[in-house]
């Protein structure tokens, strides 16, 4: 039992560059979120989904995509890589939205 | 938009002494959750408060939901080298899905 796993663990990219992070869960957990954090900020919600082929913005949405084709995997997208997307990433999931979130170790990312 | 604001941001305190963390929304909370994260780690949830003036305790760590269910905090008594990381509070509101987290207390303790 994994948890929730995210890949990869380090990336360094040039601007402009495009990415995806994965975000897998083996809990069957019908919620999943993706987090940034940056110093003195806590982590701020970027995009989230209630389930199997949805997705909800978060506080902080623009400069990235999202999709959950399949119930286990929430995948984060940048299509042009900025600057200010340098930050570590965290992934969640829950079961419910009124349930504890389960944190993935984190992708820290930076845009040269 | 929903904004949870947590205060000190910062805390060193000598092993032994108690440390506290407070977290204020502006709006009225339906619930409101705690998260520890280890220096270079990811946040693990530590305990949920639903009801007004809940008050719960694990070991040497007590947290309170306010009357009004607009604040919370966490209290560690006699703090111990384990105690370190940075402590974030989460709430949500009674509309929508998400929770807000607090920006975090980062805890240091003195051996």
């Known amino acids: 039992n994994a948890g929730v796993t995210q890949t990869p663990k380090f990336r360094v990219l040039k601007t402009g560059q495009s990415m995806t992070l994965l975000c897998a869960q083996d809990m069957n957990h019908e919620y999943m979120y993706w987090y940034r954090q940056d110093p003195g900020m806590g982590l701020r919600l970027i995009h989230y989904?209630?389930?199997?082929?949805?997705?909800a913005k978060g506080e902080v949405p623009d400069g990235y995509n999202v999709s959950r084709l399949k119930k286990q995997n929430f995948l984060l997208g940048l299509e042009s890589a900025a600057p200010s997307q340098t930050s570590v990433y965290f992934c969640?999931?829950?079961?419910?939205?009124?349930?504890?979130?389960?944190f993935g170790d984190g992708t820290r990312l930076s845009i040269l | 938009g929903q904004q949870v604001m947590q205060i000190p941001q910062y805390q060193h305190v000598q092993e032994g002494e108690d440390f506290t963390t407070y977290c204020n929304s502006s709006t009225t909370l339906s619930n409101i959750q705690w998260y520890k994260q280890r220096p270079g780690g990811h946040p693990v949830f530590l305990i949920q408060?639903?009801?007004?003036?809940e008050v719960k305790k694990q070991k040497r760590l007590t947290f309170q939901f306010g009357e009004a269910k607009k604040n919370s905090s966490l209290h560690i008594t006699a703090t111990q080298t384990t105690d370190v990381g940075t402590y974030f509070c989460a709430g949500r509101g009674y509309t929508g899905n998400q929770f807000y987290f607090g920006t975090g207390t980062s805890l240091t303790v003195i051996p």
């Open positions: 989904s209630v389930g199997e082929g949805t997705t």
């Open positions: 408060l639903v009801k007004s003036g």
């Open positions: 969640a999931s829950s079961k419910y939205s009124n349930q504890p979130q389960h």
